[in-house]
Every structure is written in C-alpha cells, then in structure tokens.
C-alpha cells in the first residue's frame, strides 16, 4: 500500500514534471502501475 506521504509526493513530482496536476484517485492508480512495473523488472533481472 501507499502511504499518504508517498502519493502526495508522486503527485508534486508529477506536476513538477509534466505541469498536470492529478487526483488523489489518479495518483494512486498511476503510482501503483509504477510500482508493479518496478516489481516486474527487478524479477526478472535476479542480480
């Protein structure tokens, strides 16, 4: 789960970046895609 602290700085690093501001409801989605995507990658990389 993601924490409150984390979804509002996802959200500052996205305005930041791309100057869209995102719901609470889109950042969650979006950093949640993220974050299973991270998960994906590192599984299959196996250091």
Known sequence: ???ELDLKEYK???KKR???N???KEAL???THLINL???I???VKI
Do not use: E, R, V
Request: hydrophobic residues 50%; positive net charge.
């Open 1 to 3: 789960m993601i924490s």
């Open 12 to 14: 500052i690093i996205y």
């Open 18 to 20: 791309f100057n869209i």
């Open 22 to 24: 995102l719901t609470d």
């Open 29 to 31: 989605t979006q950093a």
């Open 38 to 40: 991270f998960k994906i």
């Open 42 to 44: 590192y599984k299959s």
